[in-house]
């Protein structure tokens, strides 16, 4: 999943700082996320989807 954060926000053209700040989530939330040490709640996922303007599956089915 964070491959395809990572691809959403390249694609906006964001910094994780600037998500964090309008999502409500923290860096280390997103930190956590990528180190893997954290997995992502449904509510997180559906925060960044409406963020980014995609869908929840978009997050969910991670592509190569």
């Known amino acids: 999943?964070?491959?395809m954060y990572e691809r959403a926000r390249d694609e906006k053209g964001v910094?994780?700082?600037?998500?964090?700040?309008?999502?409500g989530l923290?860096?280390?939330?997103?930190s956590e996320w990528k180190?893997?040490?954290h997995t992502?709640?449904?509510?997180t996922l559906k925060r960044l989807a409406t963020?980014?303007?995609?869908t929840l599956d978009y997050?969910?089915?991670?592509?190569?």
Do not use: C, W
């Open 1 to 3: 999943m964070y491959k």
């Open 51 to 54: 963020y980014f303007d995609k």
């Open 15 to 23: 910094t994780d700082y600037e998500v964090a700040k309008q999502t």
């Open 26 to 30: 923290s860096r280390s939330t997103l």
């Open 35 to 37: 180190s893997g040490a």
């Open 59 to 64: 997050f969910i089915h991670e592509e190569n």
């Open 40 to 43: 992502p709640s449904l509510e």
